[in-house]
């Protein structure tokens, strides 16, 4: 009897790693720089994100969109392991949205979006030397410091993914393993009498 519930729990236990290897094929992001719902006075040089997987330069897109739905991509994305990057180019002040869309290793697309508020906008055109100075200086509340404050719109972040369901398959097939190897006990004892 001792034999029977260690090939069961063995059972159980190597089903419970099948599930994992699947899992692992399926890219997600795992950070960006700037975070999601950001806000910032300075603009960035760059975004990146970062993946849990290493993104294929052939089958990765991203976009950054800021106010009134201008582009603001300031050329090609740069690969580097994990991580992808990309030139931005900043305009108004307002909400710039980060699209992204690649193919994981299984075939599955996966895309979402990470959204940050940039404070302030394209400085003015510069006046020239000859021209006169204004009396106006900026009020000081423009300039806004960076915070951890939350967007004011939903950062709605979602990704093409099974929601991370895989735990639940695996969980699901740990019980039907146990309630089977049970049963197998069960029925052993019950012949033994």
Same mark, same amino acid.
Not at 35 to 38: F, K, L, N, S
Not at 89 to 96: E, I, Q
Not at 139 to 153: G, I, K, M, R, V
């Given at each position: 009897?001792?034999?029977?519930w260690?090939?069961?729990? /063995? ?7 099948l599930? @994992?290897?699947?899992?692992? @094929?399926?890219?997600?992001l795992?950070?960006?720089?700037p975070?999601?719902?950001?806000r ?5 040089e ?11 330069? +052939?089958t990765?897109?991203?976009?950054v969109?800021g ?7 300031? /050329?090609?994305p740069?690969f +580097? ?7 931005f180019?900043?305009?108004?002040? %307002?909400?710039?949205i980060v ?7 299984? %075939?599955?697309?996966?895309? /979402?979006?990470i ?5 302030? /906008? ?15 200086a900026p @009020? ?14 939903p ?7 099974? %929601?991370?369901?895989? $735990?639940? $398959?695996?969980? %699901? ?14 029925r ?6």
């Open positions: 009897m001792a034999r029977t260690a090939v069961v729990l /063995g059972v159980v236990a190597a089903s419970a790693l599930p @994992a290897a699947p899992a692992a @094929a399926h890219n997600s795992t950070g960006s720089d975070r999601d719902g950001a910032l006075a300075a603009a960035p760059r975004i990146e994100l970062r993946f849990l997987a290493t993104p294929k330069e +052939a990765t897109e991203v976009t969109t106010p009134d739905n201008v582009a603001a991509t300031g /050329g090609a740069a +580097a392991g994990k991580r992808v990057t990309v030139p180019r900043p305009g108004a002040a %307002g909400l710039y699209t992204y869309r690649l193919a994981s290793d299984d %075939g599955h697309p996966v895309k /979402g979006e959204r940050f508020t940039l404070t302030t /906008g394209t400085p003015a055109e510069s006046p020239s030397a000859s021209a006169p100075p204004t009396s106006a @009020a000081p509340s423009t300039a806004l410091p960076t915070s951890a404050a939350p967007s004011p719109t950062a709605a972040a979602g990704a093409d993914d099974d %929601g991370g369901t895989g $735990w639940l $398959w695996a969980a %699901g097939a740990v019980v039907v393993l146990a309630a089977l190897g049970g049963g197998l006990l069960l052993r004892r019950a012949a033994r009498r």
